[in-house]
Structures are given as C-alpha cells and as structure tokens.
C-alpha cells in the first residue's frame, strides 16, 4: 500500500485532502501542528480516514522547524515503510497592508508557508530518491500568481513555493519523482471564514463561477495530480479559483 503524508491536515483543505487520498486508498499520515487544539482534530481525520478501509496515523510538528519536520519523517518512514506523496498543505495568513505590517509578521508567514516547503523536501525527496517514486504537491495560492493588497508575506511566500515546485520537479524529475503546484482561489475553509462580508463579497465579484470554492475541488484535483493519470504532469501550477480575474 502506497503512503500519502499530508501536512497541516487537522482541518480545512489538507483535513479534505486526506480524507480524499484515503478514499483513492493511501495510507495516511495526518501530520499536525502540536497543539491539543489540531491534535484532536487530527485524530478525527485519521478516523475518518481508517473508516474509508486504509491505515491512518497522526504526527505532530511544526512544519516550520527543521528539526520537527525531520524527525516526523523519520517517524512515518518507521510506521509505514515508504512515502510515495507528500502534499505540501500548512499554511497561515497575518494579513495587513504593507505600511502597517511589522516584520514579526512577516517572516511568520514566510516561515510556515515557504521554509516549510524546504523542511519538508529535504527530509522526504531523500526517502524518494531511494524508492525512485515519488509524488509532490505543494499548496500555493492565486496570490502567489497574481499578488493581493494587504497579503505581502503571503504571497512572496507563495510565490516562492511556485519557483521550488518548478525547481524540484527539473532537479528530481529524472528520478521518477514529479513535482507540482495548486492555486486555489476563495475556498471555504476557516481561513477564509474570517475575512469580512466586505471582502468576502469583493471577491467573489472577480470570481466567474460566482461561488466559493470547496475543499473537495481541491482535494480532487490533488488526487489527480498524485495519480498513474497525471504521471507525465510536472512543474506544473494548476489554478483552482473558479475563473478568478485578479
Ligand atoms: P486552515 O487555516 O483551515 O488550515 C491550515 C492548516 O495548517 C491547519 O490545520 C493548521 O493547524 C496547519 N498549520 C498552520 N501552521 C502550521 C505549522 N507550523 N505546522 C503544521 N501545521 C500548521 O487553512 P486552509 O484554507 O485549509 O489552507 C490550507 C492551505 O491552502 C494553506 O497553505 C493556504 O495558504 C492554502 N490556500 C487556501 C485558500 C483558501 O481560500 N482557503 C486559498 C489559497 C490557498
């Protein structure tokens, strides 16, 4: 059975991307971030995902250090003996126009959605080369394409994780490994679920389908990217937002 690790899975679009994995049936690590919050969320979603009939396990780190990111991968490689895809998810917002952000909140952002992406591949890829299979997706967002007012550190982070995903797809790609990126539009999760109806509603003017996007639209298009379908797809940044003009 092939094993899927899915980071920051304790709710929201990783939470759906787990769950939807386990139903193409991966084995599951649900990794989340260590707090008893997160961890019993956690819990839920490996259930869920042992219910669909796969094995299913929670890890705890904080994907923004390097030592916690190596020793879960040390942790899943023991439980289930290999990673064939690791879907790069984790992330956060600390939002606010440029003149008023202060330099704590930016390298948090960049932190957990930028530094992360390097913890993680270099402790997996590794695992990867020796199975010469392997499967990456990494969460970006349409402000990594196109740049949103108020979200500096958020979309130089996602940008960033643009130019990684193309970057390891070249550097590994003759080792069987493929390496791509989604973009998600306004999707529903609780990220969004804090943003003001004033925006909320300025946003989903831009957007074509005139709807939020759901997890499950994302976690579909992950699942294909991860399968025997997509095996000739990489360094590709797929943009799931409805048709959003930004
Ligand atoms: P969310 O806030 O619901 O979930 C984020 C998850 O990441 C949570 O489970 C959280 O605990 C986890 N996390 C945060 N910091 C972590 C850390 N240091 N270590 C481990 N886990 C950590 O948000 P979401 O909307 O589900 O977002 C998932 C991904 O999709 C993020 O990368 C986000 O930037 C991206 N995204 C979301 C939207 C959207 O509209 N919701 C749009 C574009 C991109």
Do not use: W
Request: hydrophobic share 45%; charged share 25%; glycine share 8%.
């Amino acid at each position: 059975m092939a094993t899927a690790l899915v980071t920051g899975a304790s709710q929201g679009i990783g939470a759906c991307i787990a769950k939807r994995l386990a139903k193409d049936g991966f084995d599951i690590a649900v990794n989340h971030y260590p707090s008893e919050g997160d961890k019993a969320k956690a819990i839920e979603v490996a259930e869920e995902c042992r219910a669909l009939g796969v094995k299913a396990e929670i890890f705890a780190a904080d994907v923004s250090k390097f030592e916690d990111c190596e020793a879960m991968v040390k942790a899943v490689k023991e439980t289930f003996g290999s990673i064939e895809v690791l879907v790069n998810n984790a992330g956060i917002t600390k939002d606010k126009l440029l003149a008023r952000m202060s330099e704590d909140e930016y390298d948090a952002v960049i932190a957990v959605n930028q530094k992360s992406i390097f913890n993680m591949l270099k402790n997996v890829c590794s695992v990867m080369l020796k199975q010469k299979f392997g499967r990456i997706v990494n969460v970006s967002s349409v402000a990594g394409l196109y740049g949103n007012p108020g979200q500096i550190n958020y979309s130089a982070s996602k940008a960033a994780v643009i130019g990684m995903t193309k970057t390891i797809a070249k550097e590994y790609g003759k080792k069987n490994i493929t390496c791509n990126a989604v973009a998600p539009g306004l999707i529903r999760t609780p990220m969004t679920d804090v943003l003001s109806d004033e925006i909320k509603a300025k946003m989903l003017e831009a957007v074509a389908l005139k709807r939020y996007g759901e997890p499950e639209e994302i976690a579909s298009v992950v699942s294909f990217l991860v399968s025997e379908d997509a095996s000739y797809v990489t360094g590709q940044v797929i943009e799931i937002s409805g048709g959003l003009s930004m």
